[in-house]
């Protein structure tokens, strides 16, 4: 690792994500319904590289190589296990692929469709990358339905519970110094608390909304967040049980440098309005540049904070007030009001040079409280996804006097808010009216189905899917890739290791692509 990052506590905030999605089949009965049929017939429609060759055996030495425009080197101890495309053993897991269009993945989690973006630096970005990726989705939705038996539809849903109980993610990830990532995991427990505050009470503007309460939560008619029933921890290492607020996972996929860490975040729910992700990610962002700052305001941390996350979420009305470890209570518009007005703070003494657009970010959730705090949330009908969803409910019941909340037409309109198929979505109409605030542009969307980005390795892991044959391609992770070549010395393994998430960019690596790909010297000798 260079000299002059080791020095610093910051790192580029680069981001990831991977949602899963709600799929089941009509017309098709199942004892345990039919979500793994769903999943599978999602997936064989999409044509990406396998994360695993089954077919080739290896009998040669392994030659590794992270010379490839990286910094910071060392090989990345990452157990393969079974193959990724059958193992019975890690239903987490199952069939993935990468995709040569863009250096993005996609997998089955549990029987749901998941979807993960090429890794981003910006919340702009990450927003167009995860439109793209469900434009994706949409196109193998199509293409399964075409070979599904008359009367029978494969539905997918944008959201994350299921209305019985079953939750779902849809989780970020950030790029965290080592000395951070400690910080909030193990040796600063304020630290942590002020995380947890932030994600709980970003809620208001990052929930997408949901009729009626699970997993054994006091009953309610409508409520902010869908994930916030299911946290039951402050921070742990699991994300299908006891699901924390803050979670441990230590997966960096960035090598061994041990400078680097990466900060994964189940507790959001998936949000279509551009607003809403643009915000949800941009103001995790920042709010984790001034953690590694060490720069934090405890006087805004909610002392009982799995207790807050339903207090808040169950009251749209936006007025419930939670204890404060310092003592006194707050909203969670109070409690973003006060993280807002620390990183106003923080900027004029430090900036935030790690986020990008972090002034526009800024704006956008100081606009958005404002609005939310005055009351005034037909303007945010086409920012946030809750409020959105609350107008459509709102209207239904207006119409109809022999609806309630507790009636099956609400929820079946709860659920098809969300749904991918641009003509029964309740979302997708209010985008094509114009309703739903345009924060990226279609140009934007269309450039991350076809190119991966250009500044993060993301581009490199494209790029080598796209030059070598798919037989040539042996494993492809996120921080390497094996492949298979033809050398003086006969046919040998090559590894390629992309540890640096900020490395391997177009500008470090486009040079190596205008030539014949060969492994360093062009011999079995080299090795990093």
């Known amino acids: 690792m260079p000299p002059e990052l080791r020095r610093l506590r910051s790192v580029p905030k680069l981001v990831g994500a991977d949602f899963e999605l709600g799929n089941f089949i009509l017309g098709l009965e199942a004892r345990d319904g039919t979500g793994r049929e769903a999943s599978r017939a999602l997936l064989a429609e999409v044509d990406g590289v396998p994360a695993k060759n089954r077919s080739y055996r290896s009998s040669s030495s392994v030659v590794s190589y992270d010379g490839f425009g990286g910094e910071y080197g060392g090989a990345y101890g990452y157990g393969w296990g079974d193959w990724y495309g059958g193992s019975a053993r890690d239903p987490q897991d199952q069939g993935r692929v990468f995709l040569e269009s863009n250096?993005?993945?996609v997998y089955i989690d549990l029987d749901h469709l998941e979807c993960a973006v090429p890794e981003v630096l910006s919340a702009f970005d990450l927003a167009a990358a995860s439109a793209a990726m469900l434009r994706i989705a949409r196109e193998a939705q199509v293409r399964a339905?075409?070979?599904?038996?008359?009367?029978?539809?494969?539905?997918?849903?944008?959201?994350?519970?299921?209305?019985?109980?079953?939750?779902?993610?849809?989780?970020?990830?950030?790029?965290?110094?080592?000395?951070?990532w400690e910080d909030i995991l193990e040796r600063r427990p304020h630290f942590l608390q002020f995380l947890a505050t932030h994600q709980l009470s970003s809620m208001i503007y990052s929930g997408q909304g949901k009729v009626g309460s699970e997993n054994g939560r006091p009953?309610?008619?409508?409520?902010?967040?869908?994930?916030?029933?299911?946290?039951?921890?402050?921070?742990?290492?699991?994300?299908?049980?006891?699901?924390?607020?803050?979670?441990?996972?230590?997966?960096?996929?960035?090598?061994?440098?041990?400078?680097?860490?990466r900060l994964h975040c189940i507790s959001f729910d998936n949000t279509l309005c551009f607003g809403a992700s643009i915000l949800k990610v941009g103001a995790m962002q920042i709010v984790l540049a001034m953690i590694e700052a060490e720069d934090v305001d405890t006087r805004c941390s909610v002392d009982d904070l799995v207790g807050a996350a339903v207090a808040w979420s169950h009251d749209p009305s936006l007025e419930r007030r939670v204890r404060r470890v310092e003592g006194g209570e707050a909203t969670a518009i109070e409690t973003q009001q006060r993280i807002l007005e620390h990183a106003f703070a923080h900027?004029?003494?430090?900036?935030?040079?790690?986020?990008?657009?972090?002034?526009?970010?800024?704006?956008?959730?100081?606009?958005?409280?404002?609005?939310?705090?005055?009351g005034d949330r037909d303007a945010l009908a086409?920012?946030?996804?809750?409020?959105?969803?609350?107008?459509?409910?709102?209207?239904?019941?207006?119409?109809?006097?022999?609806?309630?909340?507790?009636?099956?037409?609400?929820?079946?309109?709860d659920q098809i808010y969300s749904s991918l198929d641009p003509e029964e979505g309740l979302f997708w109409p209010h985008l094509r009216s114009g309703l739903v605030e345009r924060w990226i542009s279609e140009e934007e969307i269309e450039r991350f189905l076809h190119e991966p980005p250009e500044n993060t390795r993301a581009w490199t892991r494209a790029m080598v899917l796209r030059r070598f044959e798919r037989h040539e391609i042996l494993k492809v992770d996120w921080?390497?890739?094996?492949?298979?070549?033809?050398?003086?010395?006969?046919?040998?393994?090559?590894?390629?290791?992309?540890?640096?998430?900020?490395?391997?960019?177009?500008?470090?690596?486009?040079?190596?692509?205008?030539?014949?790909?060969?492994?360093?010297?062009?011999?079995?000798?080299?090795?990093?």
């Open 347 to 374: 900027r004029d003494r430090h900036g935030f040079e790690t986020v990008p657009r972090a002034d526009e970010i800024l704006a956008l959730w100081d606009d958005t409280l404002s609005r939310l705090a005055g």
């Open 103 to 105: 250096g993005a993945s």
């Open 479 to 528: 921080d390497e890739i094996t492949i298979l070549l033809d050398t003086r010395t006969g046919r040998q393994e090559f590894t390629l290791r992309l540890d640096d998430p900020l490395g391997f960019t177009r500008a470090t690596s486009e040079a190596l692509f205008e030539r014949e790909t060969q492994t360093p010297e062009g011999d079995s000798n080299a090795n990093a």
């Open 145 to 180: 339905n075409e070979k599904l038996p008359a009367g029978q539809s494969l539905q997918v849903l944008i959201n994350n519970s299921d209305s019985l109980s079953h939750s779902y993610g849809s989780h970020l990830n950030f790029l965290v110094s080592r000395a951070a």
């Open 382 to 413: 086409g920012r946030i996804d809750w409020i959105l969803k609350e107008r459509i409910l709102e209207r239904a019941l207006e119409q109809r006097d022999d609806l309630d909340w507790k009636s099956p037409e609400l929820k079946y309109l």
């Open 219 to 261: 009953d309610v008619n409508y409520q902010i967040s869908q994930r916030a029933d299911f946290l039951e921890t402050v921070a742990a290492t699991q994300t299908t049980f006891r699901r924390p607020i803050v979670n441990a996972r230590d997966e960096t996929l960035c090598g061994d440098s041990g400078e680097l860490a």
